[in-house]
T-cell receptor, first 116, second 113 residues
Framework: AQKITQTQPGMFVQEKEAVTLDCTYDTSDQSYGLFWYKQPSSGEMIFLIYQGSYDEQNATEGRYSLNFQKARKSANLVISASQLGDSAMYFC?????????????FGAGTRLFVKA | SAVISQKPSRDICQRGTSLTIQCQVD?????MFWYRQQPGQSLTLIATANQGSEATYESGFVIDKFPISRPNLTFSTLTVSNMSPEDSSIYLCSVDGPRYEQYFGPGTRLTVT
């Protein structure tokens, strides 16, 4: 079963507008971490934001915020005031316990296009 | 955050040959991770490499195909053996940050012809 689901293969947003990228997850663990990463066309993977399962407040990092709804098992990324440089692939990820330790699993990704 | 370098940045290899990818971290870390990203796909964990012990491989990946070395706390290598065109991917190494976020190297873009 898919653990991380990103249902939007591609999204368009007008420059300076806000955009929400959806992510739902599946876990039976009580303690877990949720992450968003950005991958520009250059291929590098850039960590954006983290939300712990016990955190009561939604995480924010500059123009990025994570809309965490634990009961719904969703962790949507909100990018405010989109910029052309935000055009990239965005991956939602979850840290979960694995045999022998922990591992991070990634969703399929959402490609964001910012229009001028 | 850790600074991670990888060599080579890209390579074109013939099928049946092997390529060793190096990953260097600027600080000592317990675990290093190797991922594969096939064209247009997400990241898939190949294995976790702890210093001083055998790497732990994920389902679908075997040591004979992807041998890993971890000789010290700042360095690891991944070898892609007996390559086929299906091995054409980006290979990334990563380490944990303080909240278990992943910090990645720039990746090695491998094309197998």
């Amino acid at each position: 079963a898919q653990k991380i689901t990103q249902t939007q293969p591609g999204m368009f947003v007008q420059e300076k507008e806000a955009v929400t990228l959806d992510c739902t997850y599946d876990t039976s663990d009580q303690s877990y971490g949720l992450f968003w990463y950005k991958q520009p066309s250059s291929g590098e993977m850039i960590f954006l934001i983290y939300q712990g399962s016990y955190d009561e407040q939604n995480a924010t990092e500059g123009r990025y915020s994570l809309n965490f709804q634990k009961a719904r098992k969703s962790a949507n990324l909100v990018i405010s005031a989109s910029q052309l440089g935000d055009s990239a692939m965005y991956f939602c990820a979850m840290r979960e316990e694995n045999t022998g330790g922990f591992k991070t699993i990634f969703g399929a990704g959402t490609r964001l296009f910012v229009k001028a | 955050s850790a600074v991670i370098s990888q060599k080579p940045s890209r390579d074109i290899c013939q099928r049946g040959t092997s390529l060793t990818i190096q990953c260097q971290v600027d600080s000592q870390v317990t675990m290093m991770f190797w991922y594969r990203q096939q064209p247009g796909q997400s990241l898939t964990l190949i294995a976790t490499a702890n210093q001083g012990s055998e790497a732990t491989y994920e389902s679908g990946f075997v040591i004979d195909k992807f041998p890993i070395s971890r000789p010290n706390l700042t360095f690891s290598t991944l070898t892609v053996s007996n390559m086929s065109p299906e091995d054409s991917s980006i290979y990334l190494c990563s380490v944990d940050g303080p909240r278990y976020e992943q910090y990645f190297g720039p990746g090695t873009r491998l094309t197998v012809t």
